[in-house]
Nanobody, 113 residues
Framework: QVQLVESGGGLVQAGGSLRLSCEAS????????MAWYRQAPGKQRELVAG???????DYADSVKGRFSISRNNDKNTVDLQMNSLKPEDTAVYYC???????WGQGTQVTVSS
């Protein structure tokens, strides 16, 4: 089990960019799959992007071409670069290791129109 701490959320205008970072307490090299999820008010939590230990990535259709996930096994971090943000991207974003049911505390992203 690892502790996950997100950072980098905030308020941004539509069309802007943010970079979220997730720092893990332990070595993430052994973790096959790590991901970013988000939950908007009144909606279910959804997968935004995931990355495997071999850097295979997957994205929700709604963010393809705008978001990019990366991991740094030396620094034990997983980042989410978000470009061309839209108001509908507003949500609390969570870093997770789904197979261990490990979740961070979340970071708020608000995109104004």
């Amino acid at each position: 089990q690892v502790q996950l701490v997100e950072s980098g959320g905030g308020l941004v205008q539509a069309g802007g960019s943010l970079r979220l970072s997730c720092e893990a307490s332990g070595n993430i090299r052994r973790l096959y799959f790590m991901a970013w999820y988000r939950q908007a008010p009144g909606k279910q939590r959804e997968l935004v992007a995931g990355i495997t230990s071999t850097d295979i990535t997957d994205y929700a259709d709604s963010v393809k071409g705008r978001f990019s996930i990366s991991r740094n096994n030396d620094k034990n971090t997983v980042d989410l670069q978000m470009n061309s943000l839209k108001p509908e991207d507003t949500a609390v974003y969570y870093c997770a290791v789904p197979s261990y049911n490990n979740w961070g505390q979340g970071t708020q992203v608000t995109v104004s129109s």
